[in-house]
């Protein structure tokens, strides 16, 4: 259950919260009372601070359509998505801060053909111990000399609890990997942080599952959360993954969360990035997130699915028109 | 491996096909011998006869881009798709024939909006001997009752064996199901076709076994198959199937067949079946099929996921600027 | 609904199920309409005619074990399963019947060791055209030979329902199997067949759509129904398929059909089918598949997954301690 | 590749381990360097200081039985499993620590029948902030007290790396949940410690991944990794999940690693647990953990798959024949 309180202290409404064990949080306007959606009736002794509530029959609630029936606006530090902007966020970069050197190549390229946020993954969430595993804080400063040096925003990745400080420190945008989005320390840590924040769908997780790791964040007072659908585990293994574009209706339809897509993790092959990005713009969405690496065959991870800057430059050329076809605009 | 034999009689093809325990087949140029994926030398006694022979990692041959690298064009009976042609060509109609009213309500719709294709179930391969089973004969005699009346061809499913030559004999474009498509019954029945033969994947089914199915109809001498993508079983159960479209990006990069893409299937809801349509032209394909009701609410089958009329209409007006700009043409 | 009717004339039973659009059917003692599980009040103009009836939440209706509560015993020819028998299968022999020679040395063997069923496969459901399919019709005379020898009962599968009645004729149990179990044509011959019938699970099949097929033989007048799980198909790959032993506890709770385990087609590597088939044995089952061959390296078919003879009777000497452990006896 | 140095001071060894971006930990008898499978020959300045070194197809090194090639034995504070011990270790006690007088009550049961070791988790993996999370550290204080009281090994869940010191220094057996076994921070944690560490399989996890997680730990240095397998997400939603035996023989083959099943939480429902518990015991395995609840009706999570204790009694009994009958012998 959702509950709107009447105008009241901030201490007034963390009282009622901790008397009925209900989360409390601020959404912007007022002081906001959630529990459990097997609250179905508004208990008698809040009836005289409430404002208007809502009944829900599962878990998603901050973030589902029955409470607010649109998509959120979400600033990423100047760059609007959601809402009524209409825009789909072209978001490009290599799977991996290699070096100096190689971001500062990408950075550069990005730059050059207009793109307002860059990607780069410092801490990698490598399944064996004897891969790369990323240049850690290193690389969270590389990306920060990136942004002064060009101007782009940065979106990056938290791993573990144990650098999950560092990375809302650095960034402008915190990832949430597929791997990670499960976990209580960070999505605690980024409840409380002021920086928007990116979930990935991990991909053995339900789509309400998936809605549940957002709630974390939403009940713990940050309100811009984007969900990002980057393929799931199935029987097939002739493509790394298998991207889920029916359960992103599924979101649209349920959720008020800005939506982005990753389809090169879903993919892991270059060759059917651009066609599946070019569907998932047709898709009217909030944003698009493409690897792409100076020279993909040296790659330190991810070689084979990341795209080489002229396939990139041929993509984003092609993006264009699509999203135009559908009623949005790729910035 | 693929052999092209120098010109020669049928009779000369067909023994050295029997000798060699090889399928012989004519593609309309030549006699063919095609023999299992695991034969990579070229047999001495056959080079005499040999124009020219192809090697292959798998059973993905006949089918297979390494043998002709483009997309086949396949002729529905006046309308073209595949090669150069850069047609989508849309199909619509309800999930099942359930009576002439019916049948000839959504067959008037469909011609009014221009569609040259028409489709409609009469076998329907229900899981419950409980639920509606189609009108079987009488539904073909119906579609092709339509066909007169209105000019449009008609796409019908064959669900076993023990009707094919019935499902031949009514239809423009053979439909093999997704619970059919590993029946050898069907198969070799529609190898002998003059028709040309589209095949679902099974909800269980891999792309290399998709693509095998298609290669029992190519080897027994029927070249027009199409490929129909709708939907895979995933631990996913928010929406009814996960549409792979990453398979079709496969499918596109490693076979020669036309594909049609399914999301009403693959959905489940009405509510997301117009962004999945748009997503699956963006991707540049061959055909679209739309399950569409004059009343989805008594339908008899699948009620949940076809579109109104309204609803296809104002879907089939956003198709077109969708399949522009990717280069293809609605038809 | 499942209505058990009063005694009356078999024209009287089959004018009331016409009349209401239920299946009728006799099942020993008397005669029974079912139709769907929609219809949750008795019809009044039924009521004089009726004994007793069952409501369903679902399609499972004579096969669940709200209807009957306890399992079947079915007859294979002198062999009994289900009910109070607490006996547990063991049948043996090689994938596909492959010559006289190869189908006799396995015969002999299984019959040595003292099996009373064997199996064999003549109609096998490949998924290439340019792999081995089985010796068909010749393979089923070979199989009766073996009967006749040895004195077993056999087993094998019908592929398509273009050769069913042959299967029926030659086989004592019919095996519709994995890739066919949706076969319209196949499950109503053998509802109306005087054999017994296993359905294997279709890999991707749900343990509702298994059931459902049952219920199309059950409710067609062929009581004999017995359910095989042998593996669905999943994300991992290090396995051919995954053995559902949760689905099978599920079975066991809600049905009333005998359960057969398949280990070597879900394992798909000799390696695991020992300790696969204990498992099976433990969970307290009605029998046990295994695939044997006397010489696994040039088996035609599933050469990884058949046990050698060594193995097979070291296999079958520790499966009965397991299967006393839990109360049943191996035969 | 695995290098077992010659013997050399601890300085010496991880200076080579340095040069060549190796791991380096000491197995009790050695150093060993441990660096990527894709190094498939002895560097040439390595050889004068080598006494063996093994090369690996992929990154399952030194968990694999081409490394050891029989099951480690870990000594569990007292209780050996794996090597030779032919022991199954029975691990019972609720899902949740929920309060003194619930888990008093549960591990004077669990002790009465003589289990040797208790569990109960204190940190719960929810994915909704809206159920229950666990007491957290007064739990953990709760579960020492309770292995004062009665004597039994306390075994419990991390959840995230914010808190693993913790778990660490209050268990006996560190166990890692499904949800955080890709956790970097965590796997490291845990391969500083001194203490045996149970990983639990990731649902959407693969067997090679799954063996690769266990590499972080040994490969930091500590030896005493058991795999768990709980049973992973697939199409089939009748049970919670589906128990991956097929799996569990993959591990046996390819492993050193001793292998503890969790039927429980595969199932969901307690009517299954049981049987899937027999069947998991004829695999010939290592350990079984049971969630059982003094009154599972009020049970803060997973209701619905504890048994209470009259049921856990029966199954208990039920076990010891069943691992007699595989040359086992629960403990």
């Not at 509950?3 to 202290?9: E, G, M, P, R, T």
């Not at 002064?148 to 938290?158: A, P, Q, R």
């Not at 799931?232 to 209706?249: K, N, P, Q, S």
């Not at 997130?289 to 430059?313: R, T």
Request: charged fraction near 25%; aromatic fraction near 8%; hydrophobic fraction near 35%.
């Amino acid at each position: 259950m959702i509950i709107h309180l009447k105008a009241c202290s901030e201490e007034q409404a963390k009282a009622l919260g901790e008397k009925h064990k209900a989360f409390c949080m601020f959404d912007g306007e007022r002081h906001v009372l959630i529990n459990s959606s097997s609250v179905k009736e508004l208990p008698a002794d809040l009836e005289e601070y409430t404002e208007d509530y809502w009944v829900f029959p599962n878990d998603n609630q901050l973030a589902s359509r029955h409470y607010r029936n649109e998509t959120r606006t979400i600033d990423l530090g100047g760059i609007r998505i959601g809402g009524s902007s209409q825009n789909t966020l072209l978001i490009g970069g290599p799977c991996s801060v290699e070096s100096e050197d190689q971001i500062r190549t990408s950075a550069s390229f990005m730059n050059g053909l207009g793109l307002k946020m860059f990607r780069g993954g410092c801490y990698k969430p490598r399944t064996s111990p004897y891969s790369f595993q990323g240049l850690g804080i290193e690389g969270l400063k590389l990306l920060a000399k990136m942004r002064d040096e060009f101007g782009m925003k940065i979106i990056t990745e938290v791993r573990d609890a144990s650098h999950v400080q560092d990375v809302i420190d650095y960034t402008d945008v915190v990832q949430i990997g597929a791997k990670s989005m499960y976990d209580h320390g960070i999505l605690k840590a980024c409840a409380k942080a002021r920086k928007p924040v990116m979930i990935k769908r991990g991909f053995g997780t339900t789509l309400q599952e998936f809605v549940q790791a957002a709630e974390f964040i939403l009940s713990g007072g940050n309100n811009d959360v984007i969900l990002c659908e980057r393929g799931i585990r199935t029987f097939e293994h002739g493509t790394r993954f298998t991207l889920d574009l029916c359960g992103v209706a599924w979101l649209k339809e349920h959720t008020n969360l800005p939506i982005i897509l990753d389809p090169s993790h879903a993919m892991g092959y270059a060759y059917g990035v651009a066609d599946l990005g070019r569907a998932c713009v047709a898709m009217g969405i909030d944003g698009l997130l493409i690897e792409s690496h100076p020279n993909p065959k040296v790659a330190k991870s991810d070689a084979s699915q990341q795209l080489d800057h002229e396939q990139f430059e041929k993509l984003y050329h092609s993006l264009k028109p699509v999203a135009e076809s559908v009623g949005y605009r790729m910035i």
